[in-house]
């Protein structure tokens, strides 16, 4: 069932969510986000996403073959793009990771006239990721992470030396560890273990010199310091929020904190840090980032439109966006985007608020429209199942009849086979008793004819001794007579009585 009709249906339902999703990109766009990865057979599979004000919903995935190179790569970005059931000019924005075949796909990609409005934006948790391997490279971070890793693997390959640490620790946190561990090293228990190997020996003393270093384990609260910024920018690009705006004030908002937890270091191994913050920045930041920032109300600030480097990659937007440079349209925008920003009517409190209050009833409108519409969706699929029930009663009810009426015809059959059966019966009981009748009536004329021959020898012949006759030959005359016709048994009754006078003359004269 499910190879046949179960997974059609199960798309069908799964179409009719989706649809109202993808119905949104008409009035407010939406963002592509796709991705690629390996399966196990090594085929080369991308992912894609379409995002909207509703929500993330997934679309399809596509299976690469032949070349895999970024022109066969842009060439299937707009295959699918093209055969989505979004209009082009509805998608603002198309989202992918930062590996080099994608980066390289998308001067491909930007190249086609009829998507040249789409933003090109890289994947900010991707970058995160990137910035923690790269800090993880830096040669200080490496060593101390590479220590930490000898230290965990220890304790987890060798059982004795765990069961030790468990005696003296029993929490999982880091500054408990620090004086458990500290203890540990010096009690006899771990001083009187043989360790088997050489290499388990070297081990055993690199743990000691580690956990019973003081700076190490300051260092590895300076590295947890500096990974933390990183990790709670993370989650935040990760989460399902609309964070898009604030990504850049975040992410500078990260290298301060960063920085502060690097007070500490020396100013190579801070300027190491920076190095990767500044190198990742200028990857992934892109001019729709900061145009989405300016227009953000969260970030109004009347210094903003000065900005040199703010104002061209704004412009850059516009441009993309449809509206070209010193037209009456693109220098409109700009003018709106000072008064933005320098509170003057009609974007001072007041009409904002105004308009967040339109907004959010707009935003209440639909909400409701929603789910008066799921509530309709659901008050039908109650009826269609209600129905789907009260026509499977009926059906169960016919066939409970066809069968009722089956059973009764098959019990009429038998009896009226069974009437034939009996009437069969009695017809050959008549007729057995009707030859039994016939049989009984030949031999009681045969026996009368015997007697009447009897009587007349009594009659005619000498008073002698009748001759007398064996069994086998009265048996055999009376089968004789049974035989034949009315005829030929008057000649044998006659040829019986010459025989026996024959016999009683004979007998006489002897």
Known sequence: MIRTTLLDELDVEVQKCVKPVLATS????????????????????????????????Y????????????????????RRLKSLDIKLVDITAFVTDSASSNVSAMEVFQKDKSVKHISLISCVAH??????EDIGGIEWVATRIAQARVVTKFFKRHSHARKVLQAFMTMALLLPAKFASARMVIDDRWKDTVWSMKKIRDDAKEVIACVGCPQWWEDMKAVCKLLDPIMDMLQMVDSDTRQFGKILQQYDEMIVRCLSACAAFDKEEQDAVLEVFDRRRTMFKSSTHVAVMILDPEFRDHTLPDDDEMQHDLKVALVQFGYPEDSDQHNKILTSIDKFHAREPPFDDVGMDRAQTVEEQAEIDRRLAEKKKEKEE???????VKELLEEKEKMEKERKLMEELKEEEEEEEEEEEEEEEEGGKLERRRIQSKEEGAESSQAGAIRMRQLEALNWMEQFSYRTEF???????????????????????NLLLEEKKAELNNKMVAAKKQ
Request: proline share 1%; charged share 30%.
């Open 26 to 57: 008409a009035n407010f766009g939406c963002t592509i986000m796709t991705d690629g990865w390996t399966n196990i057979r090594g085929q080369t599979l991308c992912n894609y996403l379409v995002g909207t004000t509703r929500g993330a919903t």
């Open 467 to 489: 001759p007398e006759e064996t069994e086998e030959e009265k048996n055999a005359f009376i089968i004789r007579l049974a035989s034949t016709d009315e005829a030929e048994k």
């Open 127 to 132: 970058f995160m990721d990137l910035i923690l």
């Open 59 to 78: 679309v399809t995935t596509d299976v690469m073959r032949g070349k895999k190179d970024a022109t066969a790569l842009a060439q299937a970005w707009l």
């Open 378 to 384: 659901k008050k039908r699929k109650e009826e269609e």
